[in-house]
């Protein structure tokens, strides 16, 4: 058996050999060509002979490129998903459905795509690209013929792939940047700050080995809805010794109040709760390590860019599989939130219905994205897993059909 076994394996790299001597004289017989008859730059010879050496250099960092790339997004789905069937306590990033948002990329409303799919096939169209060039300077045509058909295979694949799932593609990316663009213009990096829940700077003492440098350290033990009512109660107070008692405002004015940075307190409160609300359901769902790279100051203070919401950590993908329901009903009307408002319940009134407007749009688009990813949506792992079969199919082929 294990006669046999040594002798198929020496067959394969005899055959390895002999392509690979295959293949190197026909790139001399290229550069030989190009140098009789340049194709690039004709009146300086090292100049096109370079380019020809650059371009065969490239056509073998693509090869391989290709064929790990597929090799990796084939074992990362396997990875997750043996993961995920043996994991407690699930995160939709445990998921390979859920996993591939990392890798999405919005556009527009008619353009999304998967950044590793685009420069898949990016790389497949400069193959055939540097193919085609061989093919002119030497005049043969069948030298690549395998390499060509998983070419066309895999462009006609996506193709397929696009038709199939151009919808829900469309969807997902348009759900996913609304959903990331609420989230992030309401996290309140002003609560977090005045109300220290984040400890970006100091270790607690010299034996604090779990704190990172510009992560959310020690937010589990910072949080607390008091943090919350204080926070309420100086915007309050800010409203009184600059503007007027609070009691004397009606709901119209207090619509257009601003600080002297020319921000709504409107905005402050109801995105305060909406950050809490966010750092309440990491906390409950023990998910600390996860709290502390969303708020972290990269992520949050450092990059405040909305535009480059694709740089920022989507935090959806951490969500428990079993509990995708981000907000509930954790804000009443009681002693600690009057003292906060100074008694003013047409204030709390307002402020908790434009609270709910949002929370219920991203609680909206949260079941719109998992019902996507989890039921209607073709995912990218299976493109790719169409795409191994026909390198293994073709590669069979190649080796006991056309080598015989």
Request: charged share 25%; hydrophobic share 40%.
């Amino acid at each position: 058996m294990n006669k046999e076994i040594n002798e198929k394996i020496k067959i394969f790299f005899d055959e390895l050999k002999n392509n690979y001597n295959e293949n190197s004289n026909y790139f001399k017989d290229v550069i030989d060509k190009n140098k009789k008859n340049p194709l690039y730059c004709p009146e300086f010879i090292i100049i096109s002979e370079w380019i020809i050496y650059s371009i065969i250099l490239f056509f073998i960092i693509s090869i391989i490129w290709l064929i790990y790339d597929v090799i990796r997004i084939v074992y990362i789905y396997t990875y997750y998903k043996t993961y995920y069937i043996f994991k407690d306590n699930k995160r939709l990033l445990d998921d390979p459905l859920f996993h591939q948002i990392n890798d999405f990329i919005y556009y527009n409303d008619y353009i999304s795509y998967d950044i590793n799919l685009f420069w898949f096939i990016i790389t497949i169209i400069f193959l055939l690209i540097k193919i085609q060039i061989f093919e002119t300077i030497s005049d043969k045509k069948d030298n690549f013929r395998m390499l060509k058909y998983f070419c066309y295979l895999s462009i006609i694949l996506l193709i397929i792939y696009y038709l199939v799932n151009y919808k829900q593609i469309i969807r997902l990316g348009k759900a996913i940047n609304i959903s990331n663009r609420i989230i992030y213009n309401n996290i309140n990096v002003d609560f977090i700050n005045s109300q220290k829940i984040c400890n970006y700077l100091y270790k607690k003492n010299e034996m604090d080995y779990k704190f990172v440098y510009g992560k959310c350290n020690d937010v589990d033990d910072n949080i607390g809805i008091n943090k919350l009512y204080d926070y309420i109660k100086t915007i309050i107070d800010d409203i009184e010794f600059n503007i007027a008692p609070i009691n004397n405002i009606d709901i119209n004015k207090f619509k257009t109040l601003t600080d002297k940075n020319g921000k709504l307190y409107k905005d402050k409160i109801i995105s305060a709760l909406f950050t809490y609300q966010l750092l309440k359901y990491f906390i409950d769902n023990d998910l600390i390590e996860e709290a502390k790279d969303f708020f972290s100051a990269f992520n949050i203070i450092y990059s405040p860019n909305i535009y480059l919401l694709r740089k920022k950590i989507n935090p959806l993908i951490f969500l428990r599989d079993n509990n995708i329901l981000v907000f509930d009903n954790i804000y009443e009307y009681n002693s600690k939130m009057k003292y906060a408002l100074n008694n003013n319940k047409n204030i709390y009134n307002y402020l908790y219905a434009e609270y709910t407007k949002r929370q219920n749009i991203i609680q909206d688009i949260v079941v719109e994205i998992f019902n996507i990813c989890k039921y209607k949506f073709f995912s990218v792992y299976n493109y790719y897993f169409g795409i191994f079969i026909i390198f293994i199919i073709l590669l069979i082929f190649y080796y006991y059909y056309l080598k015989k």
